[in-house]
């Protein structure tokens, strides 16, 4: 269960990454509160899972999903390059974040 809450949190985490480029273009209350769900939802269902997984583990996992998350909806969203550089590069963070959970 702590895998699931981990990768809740790391969804919720790209929600929180996408909704700071929403604040930057509509400064208003509703994009606040979207960002701080965002987030806030992030932070919780981390420390759900950093419950009973380690916390070098849970972050770097956490983190990965955040910035290749993130990488991949600026690309699809936002017209952030789609170089084949930067898509190799997502995958060696999954991948990363894959081999973590093999061997946690």
Request: hydrophobic share 60%; glycine share 14%; aromatic share 16%.
């Amino acid at each position: 269960m702590a895998w699931a809450f981990l990768v809740v949190a790391g969804l919720f985490e790209m929600f929180g990454v996408a909704m700071i480029n929403r604040l930057n273009k509509y400064r208003n209350l509703q994009s606040f509160l979207l960002l701080f769900l965002g987030f806030g939802g992030s932070f919780l269902f981390l420390s759900f899972a950093m419950k009973s997984l380690p916390m070098g583990t849970a972050y770097a996992v956490w983190t990965g999903i955040g910035a290749s998350g993130g990488a991949i909806l600026g690309m699809l969203l936002y017209g952030e390059a789609k170089d084949w550089r930067r898509v190799i590069c997502i995958f060696m963070i999954l991948g990363a974040a894959v081999g973590l959970k093999l061997i946690a």
